[in-house]
């Protein structure tokens, strides 16, 4: 099984500032033959069900603020939130798709306010 | 817009099953993969198995010996079956869209709250 590890487990930034995820996979989760990275970003607010964010590593999902972009290729992996608003804090989830069988989640990443 | 509705008991006794139902409105259920997700109490999440509206099916491995997932597609409906439960399956259960290819997950219901106690 594809392991998923998200850094940090939490994270506190001022509103206004960069905010930084990072995740690292077992493996690559790259098809060479297509170019494309099998992982997705979610948020999810307390009590709430997770937001689909980022999909392909870098495409933002229809609806979310520009200030979400992901990066990165191969086993690691970045979400950056470029300018920290409050209804952002929430906590922040990988995921890959690579693998059959089985979608593996990231532990999480809780993000608050400084 | 599609949205998803999970339905089901709250309240599992354990070695018993969990039998919840998602129902699809606004949309077909049709040509996509449906999935079901868990996350126990304050911990993160687990994918438990996706069926294709076809009826095929793909199952977490740790979880593959006590799930049944499967589809109703002239109710709109996927359902999930966990058998044999235990206090370890207590979890918030949700079910969601995963596309017309395996992968994100762009849709979510509101999620089922399944407590496992005598």
């Known amino acids: 099984d594809i392991v998923m590890t998200q850094s940090p487990d939490s994270l506190a930034v001022s509103l206004g500032e960069r905010a930084s995820i990072n995740c690292k996979s077992s493996?690559?989760?790259?098809?060479?033959?297509?170019?494309?990275?099998?992982l997705a970003w979610y948020q999810q607010k307390p009590g709430q069900p997770p937001k689909l964010l980022i999909y392909?590593?870098?495409t933002r999902e229809s609806g979310v603020p520009d200030r979400f972009s992901g990066s990165g290729s191969g086993t690691d992996f970045t979400l950056t939130i470029s300018s920290l608003q409050a209804e952002d804090v929430a906590v922040y989830y990988c995921q890959q798709y690579y693998s059959t069988p089985g979608h593996t989640f990231g532990q999480g990443t809780k993000l608050e306010i400084k | 817009q599609v949205q998803l509705q999970e339905s089901g008991p709250g309240l599992v006794k354990p070695s018993e099953t969990l039998s919840l139902t998602c129902t699809v409105s606004?949309?077909?259920?049709?040509?996509?993969?449906w999935s079901w997700i868990r996350q126990p109490p304050g911990k993160g999440l687990e994918w438990i198995g996706y069926?294709?509206?076809?009826?095929?099916?793909n199952y977490n491995p740790s979880l593959k010996s006590r799930v049944t997932i499967s589809v109703d597609t002239s109710k709109n409906q996927f359902s999930l079956k966990l058998s044999s439960v235990t206090a370890a399956d207590t979890a918030v259960y949700y079910c969601a869209r995963e596309g017309s290819i395996s992968g994100w997950m762009d849709v979510w219901g509101q999620g089922a709250t399944v407590t496992v106690s005598s």
């Open positions: 606004g949309g077909s259920i049709s040509s996509y993969y």
């Open positions: 493996q690559s989760v790259s098809y060479s033959s297509n170019n494309k990275n099998y």
């Open positions: 392909w590593a870098s």
């Open positions: 069926v294709y509206s076809s009826g095929n099916t």
